[in-house]
Each structure stands twice: as structure tokens, then as C-alpha cells.
């Protein structure tokens, strides 16, 4: 079919099969965690009346801890991770220097290395240091995680202000702390913004180093996904589907919230990572 | 772009004021725990048995090269990317095509396609999980329904590889749609309205114009998603933990388990070095390869 109406057909398959492609498995975890548990697992019926018991049971029951850990070291890692790629990233955009590309690969190199490179010895660092188990170990580690990246995306927003600005200020005889409050900064909400969501979301994802890292007091959500793997636990269906919708609430706010921002940001990262 | 120190005053200062937080940081907490790896490697180091680590200089080698485990959770992993990573193309390609045509609602639809890449990956193994379990799982279900075979996915090996598989492509093609969505927006449309003038075929279209000129980022995202694939673990993890028996035990999971599991931590940081150096090897063998094929590719 050619023509204005087949494109029109063509769209419609398009959308339908792309829907059809992503949303179906996350909808029926949805729909799980609203099950009421007597006929969780009769698959037949698919009309119900939804409860809600578990997601108010979540807060009270163990695992509201590993959710608010999450919340808490992906915000304040991702805001470390701003802080120090920020200003890192302000010598790479602006700044001409003798060493700027070896500096740049001793940064970068992280990245090709898999972190599986750094579990062991982390762990054994963190145990001499008495911080295994601690929400402060784990802030300490998203901080690091993410500079690599976050150095890359602030660059990229960075190097789109206009010099003619600070070259101005600098001119009139401006000290640079003053160029990057007054000039800087405010031109650079969009690259903070990518930065942190960016950031926020690889940190919050994070599984092996919190695995590891934690036991009780401070382990994150997706640790506490796992547990449901073995023992009694492995038939909790209800309560590990409330929580794996949960763990997802915020990536979709970001998502739909920031789509633009986002998709900038990811294709800069991913496309040199 | 760059500006002169004088201007700045005390420029050297604000040069390391700026730069050495995010470097010492990178080093302590990147770098240095990577050299340790390579330290470690050298020794025997059982947490439970020895006080401290033992130099034995290649013997951890010399035992990674008998040991059978090993080399089947290579095999595995290198099958589990290969394949992971062609399904991963043809349908990240699809819909990358798909989007190029600008359907309405394309960027709230982008978004939507991208959430299984986004989402805590520990949670897609959930999702996967739920839908073939034999309780609550509605692949089992259709399967019952339609008379099939009853088939414990995740407890045979080669029906548990096959839904790491699936799930993997579900979470990972936006990755790949992204990436040559990106491609495809840079291609000029009179090209294709020129060509169309011509004559030529939708076939012809795709393979003398679209394809020349997605092939650089379609080998991007090949790289990227072999590597990534090839050291999966979350998803393994939650899904089938490495089993039934060894079945799925990827090299990632190889290395958990013989750290945490077995406390291992010479023998273990040995077979990561051993995995680094040939993902180097591969890497290089990629770059090159990618590099001759780009060279015959262009007219």
C-alpha cells in the first residue's frame, strides 16, 4: 500500500508492535503485585479486583530499609558525582593545558575496565576501613562509579556556552570562582540536570557492589530483589512483584519527565563509553 | 576554546583545586583496587584458610589453564553474546527503522521503548522470571492451554538459556534502536528522494544508501552489547543463578562464585586478569577488523 493511507497502516502496526514488544511483560509484573493472593497463581483469571495491601505493607514490612538506601546513596552519590566531575569537567571544556589528553585517558580508563576488575579488592579496602555495611560506602563507591561518565556529559553541555561570555567576564576582571558562579553555572542547569538523572539511574541499578558491600543495614532494593531467589521466600510472587514495581517508579518518572534530556545525555555516554 | 591562564589569575592554583579531587578519587577508588587485582592474582588468598596472601607467583595461571569450569563458562558466555547480540541487532535495526519513519507520538513512543534498557536490571530478571515460572508464569500457561509440552524453563538448560536470552533482547534492543536511530537521522533525505526519482526499490534504498552509512554505529553497538553481554550477571543471577547444574554459569558468575562462594580471592582475581586480557585481545581484534571493514564498505 502506497500513499498517505498506507503510511498511515504502516504507523499503526508500528506503534502497536513496538507496544506490544516492551509493555506487556512489565504490565503483567504490575498486575501481579495488585493479585489478590488467593488466586495469585490462577493464571485464567485475568479480571479482578485489584488490592493494594502490598504496597502499604511495604513500607512497614523489611523492605522499606533497602529502598530507602537506595534513594539515599543514589541521590548523595549522584550529587558527590556532580560536585567533583563538575569541576573536572570545567578544566576539560574551558581550559587548554599541556597534559589535557593524558588527564583525559587516566579518567576514561576506568571505563574499559569491567567492574568486576575492582569488587575484591574494594571489599577488602572497605572491611580495613570498618565501613562494610554502610550507607557511606556505598555513597562513596556511586561517587566514584559514575565520574567517568558524568566528566563526559558535563563537557559536552559545557563546551556549548558561549566563550565570548567568559572571556568577557574574564576581561573585565572577573577571578574564576566568580566566572563559574556568575556565568557558568547558570547557563549549565540542562548538563547538571542530564548528569544527575544519568547518574542517579546507573547508581540506583547498581546490584554486584551492594551485594557484596552489605548485609542488613544497608542494602539496597536490588539486593533485596535477590533474596526472593531461594527459600520460602522464592514464593513470594506478590510481594516480589510489589517490589520490583516499586524499584521502577522513579526510572519511569525520570524517563517521562526528562525524555529530551535523557536521550541527549545517553547517546553522548553510551556512544564514547 | 581555551582561555589563557593570566587571565585567570593564580591559574595554576584553580587548575588543581579543579582537577585533583575528581583524580585522586578516580585513582584511589578505580585504578589502585584494579592494580591490587593484578597483585592479588600472584597469590593464594583463601579468606577462611590463609591469615594473609601467600605469593605463588604463576601457579593460579598455570591452574586457570586445567580448569574445565572455566572454560565452559567462557563457552557459554561467548555463545550467550553472540547470539544476544544478533537478535539485539535485528530488532534494535527494525525499530530503529520504524522510528525513522516518524510515526506521531514518536518521542513519548522512544521513551517508552527505552524503559526495559533503563530499569533496574536485577527487576528485568524479575519480570522474566514471573513470566516463566511454572506457578505464575503465562508462558507455561499458553503451553498448557495450547496442549504443549509442560517445560520447566528455567530448570533445563537449554530452555533456561533461551529465556536469558529472550531477556536480555527485550531489555537491550532500545539500546541498540537508540544508538542506530542516532545513525539514521543523520542520513540526508534528498538521497533517498534522488534514488527514489530513480527508480530504485525500497531493498535498493536500504542496502546502497541507509546501510554504508549506519554500518560504523551498527558496529558501535555489536561492540558494546558483546562486551556487556559477555560479563551479564544480574539478570543470571536472579533468573537461574548460574544453574540448572552449570548450564547458564556465565563468566561473571564463574568469578562470584569462586570469590564469594569459595573464597578464593587469589585464584579469582587470577581468571579476572585472564578474562581481561582477552577481552583486550578481542577488543583489538574488533577495532582492526572494524577498521577494514569500513575501508571495503565505502565506495
Known amino acids: ?273 | 576554546m581555551g582561555m589563557r591562564w593570566a587571565m585567570l589569575g593564580r591559574g595554576r592554583l584553580y587548575f588543581w583545586l579543579l582537577t585533583l579531587p575528581a583524580v585522586l578519587y578516580v585513582v584511589t577508588w578505580r585504578l589502585a583496587p584494579a592494580l591490587y587485582t593484578v597483585w592479588l592474582s600472584l597469590t593464594q588468598y583463601n579468606i577462611v584458610y590463609d591469615n594473609l596472601p601467600r605469593w605463588n607467583q604463576f601457579a593460579n595461571f598455570g591452574r586457570i589453564m586445567h580448569d574445565r569450569g572455566l572454560g565452559g563458562s567462557l563457552f557459554l558466555s561467548v555463545e550467550f553474546a553472540l547470539i544476544a547480540t544478533a537478535a539485539e541487532l535485528v530488532i534494535g535495526l527494525a525499530a530503529a527503522l520504524f522510528f525513522d519513519t516518524d510515526p506521531p507520538g514518536r518521542n513519548l513512543l522512544l521513551g517508552i521503548f527505552l524503559l526495559p534498557m533503563i530499569m533496574v536490571p536485577v527487576v528485568v530478571g524479575t519480570v522474566w522470571s514471573t513470566l516463566f515460572d511454572r506457578t505464575v508464569g503465562p508462558i507455561p500457561y499458553a503451553f498448557q492451554l495450547l496442549h504443549g509440552p509442560t517445560i520447566q524453563w528455567l530448570a533445563t538448560p537449554a530452555t533456561a538459556m533461551f529465556a536469558l536470552l529472550i531477556a536480555d533482547a527485550w531489555e537491550w534492543a532500545p539500546l541498540v534502536t537508540l544508538l542506530l536511530f542516532a545513525a539514521l537521522q543523520v542520513i540526508p533525505r534528498e538521497q533517498f528522494e534522488a534514488a527514489r526519482v530513480d527508480g530504485a526499490s525500497g531493498w535498493q534504498l536500504f542496502r546502497r544508501i541507509t546501510l554504508p552509512q549506519i554500518a560504523g554505529m551498527v558496529l558501535v553497538a555489536a561492540g558494546l552489547r558483546m562486551m556487556d553481554a559477555f560479563l551479564e550477571l544480574d539478570k543470571v543471577f536472579v533468573m537461574t543463578g548460574g544453574g540448572p547444574g552449570t548450564s547458564t554459569q556465565f563468566v561473571s558468575m564463574f568469578v562470584y562464585k569462586q570469590a564469594f562462594q569459595f573464597y578464593e580471592l587469589g585464584y579469582a582475581s587470577a581468571v579476572i586478569i585472564v578474562v581481561l586480557i582477552l577481552l583486550a585481545v578481542a577488543y583489538g581484534i574488533y577495532l582492526r577488523s572494524s577498521g577494514r571493514a569500513f575501508r571495503l564498505a565505502s565506495p
Do not use: C
Open chain 1, 1 to 273: 500500500m502506497k500513499g498517505a493511507r498506507g503510511r498511515r497502516w504502516r504507523h499503526l502496526v508500528g506503534i502497536a508492535l513496538v507496544l506490544a514488544w516492551t509493555l506487556p511483560p512489565f504490565l503483567y509484573l504490575v498486575m501481579l503485585s495488585i493479585k489478590p493472593e488467593r488466586i495469585l497463581i490462577d493464571r485464567s483469571q485475568v479480571f479482578f479486583w485489584p488490592t493494594f495491601e502490598r504496597y502499604r505493607d511495604l513500607i512497614g514490612s523489611g523492605l522499606g530499609l533497602p529502598i530507602w538506601n537506595s534513594l539515599v546513596t543514589s541521590t548523595l552519590g549522584s550529587v558527590g558525582t556532580l560536585v567533583l566531575a563538575g569541576l573536572a569537567a570545567l578544566t576539560f571544556s574551558f581550559l587548554e593545558f599541556k597534559w589535557k589528553t593524558l588527564l583525559f585517558l587516566v579518567i576514561l580508563l576506568p571505563r574499559m575496565f569491567p567492574p568486576v576488575t575492582t569488587l575484591i579488592p574494594i571489599q577488602l579496602m572497605l572491611k580495613t576501613m570498618g565501613l562494610i555495611d554502610t550507607r557511606l560506602a556505598l555513597i562513596i563507591l556511586f561517587t566514584g562509579f559514575q565520574i567517568p561518565l558524568a566528566i563526559w556529559v558535563l563537557r559536552t553541555f559545557l563546551d556549548d556556552i558561549p566563550r565570548e561570555l567568559t572571556e568577557s567576564a574574564a576581561l573585565d576582571g572577573a577571578s574564576l570562582p566568580v566566572i563559574i558562579a556568575k556565568v557558568i553555572l547558570p547557563l549549565s542547569g540542562a548538563g547538571l540536570l542530564a548528569a544527575f538523572i544519568l547518574s542517579f539511574i546507573f547508581n540506583w541499578n547498581e546490584f554486584l557492589f551492594p551485594l557484596i558491600v552489605t548485609s542488613f543495614n544497608a542494602r539496597t532494593g536490588s539486593v533485596a530483589i535477590m533474596s526472593f531467589t531461594a527459600g520460602y521466600k522464592k514464593l513470594q510472587w506478590g510481594t516480589l512483584a510489589t517490589l520490583g514495581v516499586v524499584m521502577t517508579i522513579p526510572v519511569i518518572l525520570f524517563v517521562l519527565a526528562f525524555r529530551a534530556t535523557l536521550v541527549r545525555g545517553f547517546t553522548a555516554g553510551a556512544l564514547k563509553g
